[in-house]
């Protein structure tokens, strides 16, 4: 049984313009990009093309979820991405945990700087299908979680609730050390009606089960911020389309994908928003941006 997979690569000093004023220069260097996005299968968005694209968009931090696949089978610039200046690409660190079932589930981080530490969740019912992978730099935490799908007829609606009670213990535990998190990840939970396009007609729908719901409240009541909510209010934004009926086109979707942090580091968090533009995945990317650096 494998969870980490560690390739560690140079990451180069940032440089800035020659003249760059001093104020330029401070807010340059503190601020720090943090993207998740369930690639729904990294050898299918390799063949696209996107990771590319992907790393082009210069992320501090990268949260994966749903690789299905485990590092063997992995190429080499999966693994070890080069540096291509010219392209506007960096070296990253990559680091997976991978499900014991072939071409299922699965999470990955890259990162520019080297963690002070890897970790999974070290609960082996959630482990051995690689829902969770964290990344420590200093006193802050980054986490890319994949939560479980309730499945029709609530069938893992159990194994979904234990999960999420596992994940709110670890992040209070956390918070309780001194430590600020950054809960990256498909969280396979709309919370309100507006983040969703039919919640009447989902209401007995995976992902929108009163129970999942109830703990999405819980989760927030208990010390954490929805940051894209703290930031826009407005309906009709989501991160996941079906790929039947042309969801995407028509904009039908749910927002299910989320970067939480703790109360006390909302003040650290400088925009919270959706990539929805970013194809390649029946989700689309979410990126948060810290005013302080890792």
């Known amino acids: ?22 104020i ?45 696949a485990n590092p063997k089978q992995l190429s080499e610039a999966l693994i070890t991405p080069q540096e291509d200046k010219e392209n506007g690409i960096y070296k990253y660190h990559t680091y997976w945990a991978s499900a014991e079932k072939a071409g299922y589930s699965g999470t990955a981080i890259y990162s520019k700087k080297e963690p002070d530490t890897i970790s999974v969740m070290n609960a082996q019912e959630f482990d051995s299908e690689g829902r969770f992978l964290a990344a420590t730099f200093g006193s802050t935490v980054i986490i890319s979680a994949y939560f479980p799908n309730s499945q029709a007829e609530g069938k893992r609606l159990e194994y979904k609730l234990n999960y999420c009670n596992t994940m709110l213990e670890y992040c209070n535990k956390l918070v ?64 996941w389309w079906s790929y039947r009926f042309h969801a995407r086109d028509k904009n039908i979707g749910w927002r299910i994908d989320y970067q939480c942090v703790n109360k006390s580091f909302i003040s650290q968090v400088e925009s919270s928003k959706i990539l929805a533009n970013f194809l390649g995945s029946d989700h689309c990317p979410i990126e948060i941006n810290l005013k302080t650096n890792l």
């Open 24 to 68: 330029t220069s401070v807010i340059l260097l503190r601020m720090t990009k943090i993207i998740s996005w369930n690639v729904n299968g990294i050898r299918a968005v390799e063949k696209k093309g996107l990771i590319s694209q992907l790393l082009k968009m210069n992320a501090d931090v990268i949260c994966i979820q749903e690789t299905k």
């Open 1 to 22: 049984m494998h969870f980490f997979y560690f390739k560690h690569t140079y990451v180069p000093i940032y440089s800035l313009p020659k003249y760059t004023n001093c």
């Open 176 to 239: 309780d050390q001194g430590k600020n998190i950054v809960l990256c990840g498909d969280y396979n939970i709309a919370h309100m009606p507006i983040d969703l396009a039919n919640p009447k007609t989902n209401e007995k729908n995976p992902g929108y089960l009163p129970e999942e719901r109830a703990f999405m409240s819980k989760f927030l009541e208990s010390g954490y911020v929805d940051t894209f909510r703290e930031f826009c209010k407005e309906p009709n934004q989501y991160t």
